[in-house]
């Protein structure tokens, strides 16, 4: 294979991905107009309707134009050899190959961040607020921007470059050293995110005594489930869309309540939601979860591994230097396919892991608070009621609000 055929290869894939995503969406919109589901028809009143109508129309029309801006731009940085361009920079800066690559991503991450900012500056500050979600203000908007900035030169590049150390120290065996890497820090982050990624964004407490507080350990004592931590995060600051998750195992084991999900919801509607979690931990779904991503790792540092280092990867990208860092964007297209694949039976799994886990919470609690939670949660954040099952089975991580109302009632 000559290097201009794995470049338009690369190009098709992107091609290919856009048009496919473009459709579905399309596919989508046409539903935004459907007939409510008679079990869903005490969700929305007519102007409630109109509303979520009008949400979902300004946000599909917002999608597809930020999106086929990212598209285009990344076409136009493919064709006029963007990549050896901030290939060449770096290398004029230094000759330490760690370092080149820390430019390399550094220099396009950023760049790609400065373009499409003003995207979710918009999507923040108009749509959101026009349809009266958002709570942020401009300096949480940018402090949020410049901690994202620094987590990703920390964590982001302090992984890169711990895992560029391996390859130049084992060469193609450095795949299990950056499994073994990224497995320690996965199980660390599910251990302790909570505790110390969260509070960089957000103000977490301990969840007061109270009638609340009673019902919850009332149940989780009644399913054998212990809990000390129960948290309530200041999630209003930003938006007035709600939720709650629970978060790491064992002693680290936590749940965390948004402030706007206590303020949209009767106890016995947390109480519901909050079994639906508890399910989560006792059907084991966040260890299969945990697990099945550090395989899916494994596997894709092995085949990483295989084709990182050929020359071909970087002449398809115009630059002259084989290196990690480009290899590892040309093996990031071709993994795509594979990627969405993967992506696609996660979801799928997803999807019934809900299933059992709002059994779990019928079972051990109720069905009726955990279906009028969900059409609470469903009304205020104006969710499409009717998405199309092509939609669904791309993207949903959850069954439809129809779907789960229905197994609920079984």
Same mark, same amino acid.
């Given at each position: 294979m000559t290097p201009t055929s794995l470049f338009y290869i690369l190009i098709s894939i992107l091609v290919i991905s856009f048009i496919i995503d473009k459709i579905i969406d399309a596919l989508n919109a046409k539903h935004f107009d459907d007939k409510i589901p008679v079990e869903l028809s005490d969700v929305y009143d007519k102007t409630e309707y109109k509303k979520s109508q009008a949400y979902k129309k300004t946000n599909e029309k917002f999608s597809n134009i930020s999106g086929t801006f990212s598209f285009v731009l990344t076409l136009v940085f493919f064709f006029a050899d963007g990549f050896k361009y901030v290939d060449n920079f770096a290398r004029s800066l230094t000759d330490n190959a760690i370092l080149v690559a820390l430019l390399f991503f550094g220099v396009i991450m950023l760049? /790609?961040?400065?373009? +499409? +900012?003003?995207?979710?500056?918009? @999507? +923040?500050?108009v749509i959101e607020e026009k349809f009266g979600f958002n709570k942020s203000t401009k300096t949480i908007f940018w402090l949020d921007k410049l901690k994202g900035w620094l987590m990703s030169i920390l964590i982001g590049g302090g992984i890169l470059a711990i895992i560029i150390w391996f390859y130049q120290q084992t060469g193609r065996n450095f795949w299990v050293y950056a499994w073994i890497l990224v497995a320690v820090f996965s199980l660390f982050m599910n251990l302790f995110y909570a505790k110390l990624i969260v509070p960089l964004f957000n103000k977490q407490t301990p969840l007061k005594d109270g009638e609340l507080k009673f019902a919850i350990e009332k149940y989780a004592s009644s399913v054998g489930f212990k809990i000390n931590n129960i948290f309530v995060i200041d999630g209003s600051k930003r938006s007035t @869309?709600?939720?709650a998750y629970f978060s790491?195992?064992?002693?680290?084991?936590?749940i965390t309540l948004f402030d706007t999900l206590i303020n949209d919801l009767e106890t016995e509607e947390i109480v519901a939601v909050l079994a639906h979690e508890v399910g989560h931990y006792k059907r084991k779904h966040i260890i299969f979860n945990l697990i099945t991503s550090i395989l899916l790792t494994g596997f894709t540092l092995f085949i990483l591994s295989l084709f990182v280092n050929s020359p071909l990867f970087s002449e398809a990208l115009g630059v002259t230097t084989p290196s990690f860092h480009i290899g590892l964007i040309a093996f990031g297209i071709l993994y795509s396919p594979i990627s969405e694949i993967t992506g696609l039976f996660m979801n799928y799994i997803s999807r019934r892991f809900e299933y059992q886990a709002d059994n779990f919470a019928k079972e051990t609690f109720a069905s009726k608070p955990l279906i009028t939670s969900l059409k609470k949660? /469903? @009304?205020? /954040?104006?969710?499409n009621l009717t998405p199309h099952p092509?939609?669904?089975?791309?993207?949903y991580s959850h069954p439809t609000l129809l779907e789960r109302i229905k197994n609920l009632n079984l």
């Open positions: 760049g /790609s961040d400065i373009l +499409t +900012t003003p995207f979710s500056y918009y @999507k +923040t500050f @869309k709600a939720n790491g195992f064992g002693s680290q084991k936590r949660l /469903s @009304k205020n /954040s104006l969710s092509a939609y669904v089975f791309m993207h």
